[in-house]
């Protein structure tokens, strides 16, 4: 009979693992985000290494980056506010 009961907690820690493998911040691949700066960037009929080419790589990628630091922010802040009001759920 212990050995049956043994079972439910060992069973619940190994979902738990599973789940927390899975609950990872998802980010992009650089390979696709790439392709769609490259077609974004050509659409306005520019040349490859053109310097309006380049100028509209670098500021998608400034785009990109400002977007992840302000999610990053937002998160920080979230636990911040968290951390200092734990009556507020």
């Known amino acids: 009979m212990q050995f049956i009961s043994a079972k439910r907690p060992i069973a619940l820690a190994l ?10 911040r998802g ?9 769609d700066d490259d077609t974004f960037c050509r ?12 100028a509209c790589r670098k500021d998608r990628d400034v785009l990109r980056s ?11 802040d ?4 968290m951390l200092n009001h734990p009556d507020h759920p």
């Open 15 to 24: 979902v738990t693992l599973f789940l927390c493998g899975c609950a990872q």
């Open 27 to 35: 980010e992009l691949p650089v390979s696709t985000l790439g392709e």
């Open 43 to 54: 659409a306005n009929n520019v040349a490859v290494g053109s310097s309006e080419y380049i």
């Open 66 to 76: 400002n977007a992840v630091a302000r999610a990053d922010r937002r998160q920080r």
């Open 78 to 81: 979230l636990g911040e506010y």
